[in-house]
């Protein structure tokens, strides 16, 4: 079994900067890969941003240039820092997992206004 759990959403203005962090239950480097996923209000969810345990990283277009997704072994924790936000950046931001199968945290929620 593997817990996710998200923090660091809020409310932002344009241009404003976050970053989230997802702490994992179990060490990560046995989660590969991880990432980070988002479901603006009225729309499926979609990938932003992918790690795995070798390093390599893969970004959706939308947010290449501005969002950065690392993570830090020895914390068991993932982040995605987000800068220059835009409000189509608005929704619930999920961090998963996989391990054998994927494990989803509970989403944290992020809103840019404009």
């Known amino acids: 079994q593997v817990q996710l759990v998200e923090s660091g959403g809020g409310l932002v203005q344009a241009g404003g900067s976050l970053r989230l962090s997802c702490a994992a239950s179990?060490?990560?480097?046995?989660?590969?890969?991880m990432g980070w996923y988002r479901q603006a209000p009225g729309k499926e969810r979609e990938l932003v941003a992918v790690?795995?345990?070798?390093?390599?990283?893969n970004y959706a277009d939308s947010v290449k240039g501005r969002f950065t997704i690392s993570r830090d072994n020895g914390k068991n924790t993932v982040y995605l820092q987000m800068n220059s936000l835009k409000p189509e950046d608005t929704g619930i931001y999920y961090c998963?997992?996989?391990?054998?199968?994927?494990?989803w945290g509970q989403g944290t929620q992020v809103t840019v206004s404009s």
């Open positions: 998963y997992g996989t391990y054998g199968r994927p494990y």
């Open positions: 179990r060490i990560i480097f046995s989660l590969n890969p």
């Open positions: 790690i795995t345990s070798g390093g390599s990283i």
